[in-house]
């Protein structure tokens, strides 16, 4: 299984920083990368697909980069209702495996 | 938009048989994957496995030998059936569409907790 490694596992900034996360594949992967957002009690909502299309209706301030084994979400300037946790998943083999996810906390 | 809807009971006693099933509403569930993912209280999302309309199905190996999903293309719904079940699999279990074979879940049910207890 393609084993996926997403750092940092924790994260605590402040309303209108801009923060990165990253997801490192076991292997090349292509482009075959989501990023997704969860809040508590809630199902994840996809943001980014193909590593850097954005989902419809997700804000421009969400952005994907990367391809082969190192991907990035940045989220240029965060707004209240960001704080949540992020999880990448590559679609690329089976199983699709997700990363560990990056908990974004209010500082 | 599609919406879907995950159903079942949310109590299974050790060694039984986890059984859900998700209903597919605002689109027909022909021509897509269909997908399920489960959540433990706490940690992060593992993939479980995905069916075609057709059929066809793909598992996480590391479930396969207990894990069959299966679909219902005249109900519009697809199922999850999880035997010899342990405490491990309590878990919130999630439903999903998926784009594509090799693809995203850009739709996603509310989720249901199932409990392994006695």
């Known amino acids: 299984a393609i084993r996926i490694t997403q750092s940092p596992s924790s994260l605590s900034a402040s309303t209108g920083d801009r923060v990165t996360i990253t997801c490192r594949a076991s292997q090349g992967i292509s482009s075959y990368l989501a990023w997704y957002q969860q809040k508590p009690g809630k199902a994840p909502n996809l943001l980014i697909y193909d590593a850097s299309t954005l989902q419809s209706g997700v804000p421009s301030r969400f952005s994907g980069s990367g391809s082969g084994t190192d991907f990035a979400l940045t989220i240029s300037c965060l707004q209240s209702e960001d704080f949540a946790t992020y999880y990448c998943?590559?679609?690329?083999?089976?199983?699709?495996?997700f990363g560990q996810g990056t908990e974004l906390e209010i500082k | 938009q599609v919406q879907l809807q995950e159903s079942g009971p949310g109590l299974v006693e050790p060694s039984e048989t986890l059984s859900l099933t998700c209903n597919v509403s605002g689109g027909s569930i022909s021509s897509y994957y269909w997908s399920w993912i489960r959540q433990p209280p706490g940690e992060g999302l593992e993939w479980i496995g995905s069916?075609?309309?057709?059929?066809?199905?793909n598992y996480n190996p590391s479930l396969k030998s207990r894990v069959t999903i299966s679909v219902d293309t005249s109900k519009n719904q697809f199922s999850l059936n999880l035997n010899s079940v342990t405490t491990a699999d309590t878990a919130v279990y999630y439903c999903?569409?998926?784009?594509?074979?090799?693809?995203?879940?850009?739709?996603w049910g509310p989720g249901t907790l199932v409990t392994v207890s006695s």
């Open positions: 069916v075609y309309y057709s059929g066809s199905t």
């Open positions: 999903s569409r998926t784009n594509g074979e090799y693809s995203y879940a850009d739709s």
């Open positions: 998943q590559q679609y690329y083999g089976y199983p699709h495996t």
